[in-house]
């Protein structure tokens, strides 16, 4: 089921404009002029109530609404979203008030006039990062559970590969040390699962477990995001203000996407890790820290080295123990415990008895998922969605995946199977991508978003299978 959006803003020839934006990127959008009316419907929309409308996923707020007008007071209820991603939207191009909606729990800042784009990136980033950080608690209590029942963890770790079975041990082995750990493999594979499985069975375990998106907090920001600062720091700085660094004292701090940290960040966040202290913004007071650090990205980075993109002694302090993940069509044998997982999960969430198809999870065996567990979970959930009885079809898929992409992956049907298992695989990756590319006139951002994989990971594919 697609993902329900709200907008909270008074200007409604914006609202008519930006839900047609969005509903044409499939989302569904309701809007409120007012912040009163927002907060109503949302707290009405996510309430525990039995009765209650479907939840809203992600909300996009104006600053300067009625009665007041007044962006101080909209930034003191933000709070009042529970947790759901919160983009705020202002005519205001101020980093005061950037800095204030992203303490007070925004997800990110943009200015009008919004560019469609930009914002529908903006909006699939917030919802990724949102249902990641669902899974990860899911999966903690399935975890809890399963380690009560038979004293065996599997870290949330879902499948029976070699490669999950050695990263089982490795948690296991490495948990208790104060080792730095780099995490490193395609988007949608469990890195940040893996760092709060570390941080779980360490002796930090009691506390905070931080997590940075490096890419997902802009530049000119995430100093001051890491570090903090002090009141008079900058314009804006009216009080002082603790960074993530001093937060995650004492625990653990998570750089996830570390790739995409600006070199001249690299350099201070090398600092830190070589002398264990660092000043906050505007301050002369040294601070000291004793955090342990889990590094993740989904680039190359001893490639990014060599272009210069990545200085080689921060990647020598960060990597200390490496942990690669691996993409789903590199352990196929993972697939079919992934589908009964999350399909038990969905009938657990929503009182159901659903079942899948032998024809169906054969479907879902001989897909490539360039976009991994996350793309696999979020059409399996949709194929459940739309579900007319207790079992998913091959209909439901036909249904969202359109009748090419249920021929691409019928094997049984096209006599692809005769092929070995890789020159599958390649052969569809490649159908796959030249689809996308077909379909957004080659446009590879676009295309990289509807696959599910990064813009760097959609190049690579290009170049690997000579598509240019």
């Known amino acids: 089921m697609s993902a329900r959006i709200l907008i909270v803003d008074d200007e409604v020839a914006f609202c008519e404009l930006c839900s047609l934006w969005l509903q044409q990127a499939g989302y569904q959008v309701e809007t409120c002029f007012s912040l009163p009316d927002g907060l109503e419907k949302f ?7 039995d009765n209650n409308p479907m939840p809203f996923d992600l909300v996009i707020h104006d600053l300067a609404l009625p009665p007041s007008f007044r962006p101080e007071d909209t930034l003191e209820q933000l709070h009042l979203y529970q947790g759901i991603p919160v983009l705020v939207l202002t005519g205001h191009d101020d980093r005061a008030l950037a800095i204030k909606a992203i303490e ?14 930009l914002l529908r990136i903006i909006i699939a980033r917030a919802l ?36 999950i079975q050695n990263t089982r041990e490795l948690i296991q082995r490495i948990s208790a040390t104060q080792v730095p750990v780099f995490i490193q493999g395609p988007s949608g594979t469990g890195k940040e699962i893996i760092a709060n499985a570390i941080h779980q069975g360490s ?5 905070p477990f931080i997590s940075v998106h490096c890419g997902a907090i802009p530049a000119d920001l995430l100093e001051s995001e890491l570090f903090g600062y002090i009141k008079g720091a900058f314009t804006g700085a009216e009080k002082d203000r603790k960074g993530l660094l001093a937060t995650a004292d004492g ?3 998570f750089l996830d996407e570390i790739g995409e940290m600006p070199l001249a960040m690299q350099v201070k966040l090398l600092r830190v890790l070589q002398e264990g202290n660092y000043y906050p913004l505007g301050s002369r007071q040294l601070e000291n820290i004793d955090i342990r650090l889990i590094s993740a990205t989904n680039r190359n980075v001893p490639a990014e080295v060599q272009l210069g993109n990545f200085r080689e002694d921060l990647y020598y302090r960060i990597k200390g123990l490496t942990i690669s993940t691996t993409s789903l069509s590199e352990r196929k044998e993972d697939i079919t415990p992934l589908v009964n997982h999350f399909i038990e999960r969905y009938n657990h969430k929503h009182n159901n008895k659903l079942t899948i198809h032998p024809k169906a999870c054969a479907w879902f065996l001989n897909t490539p998922w360039p976009g991994n567990v996350r793309e696999l979970k979020n059409t399996l959930e949709s194929a459940a969605a739309i579900c ?3 079992e998913i079809t091959l209909q439901e898929i036909l249904l969202i995946q359109g009748e090419d992409s249920l021929q691409t992956h019928t094997l049984s049907d096209s006599g692809v199977t ?16 030249k689809r996308a590319l077909s379909q957004h006139q080659d446009n590879k951002t676009h295309s990289a978003q509807a696959l599910g994989i ?10 690997r299978y000579d598509l240019s």
């Not at 809890?144 to 029942?149: C, H, N, V």
């Open 104 to 117: 007070q729990g925004a997800w990110d800042f943009i200015s009008k006039p919004a560019d469609p784009d």
């Open 203 to 207: 002796d930090r375990n009691k506390q």
């Open 388 to 390: 007319l009885k207790n």
């Open 43 to 49: 707290q009405q929309a996510n309430s525990s109530a």
């Open 418 to 433: 005769d092929l070995p298992l890789e020159e599958q695989v390649k052969a569809l990756e490649i159908k796959l991508i």
């Open 251 to 253: 625990g653990t701090l």
């Open 128 to 163: 990724d990062k949102h249902s990641l950080l669902k899974q990860v608690s899911n999966l903690e209590l399935k975890l809890e559970q399963t380690s009560q029942l038979n004293d065996v963890p599997n870290f949330g770790l879902i499948g029976n590969s070699p490669a």
């Open 454 to 463: 990064t813009r760097q990971g959609l190049i690579n594919k290009i170049k």
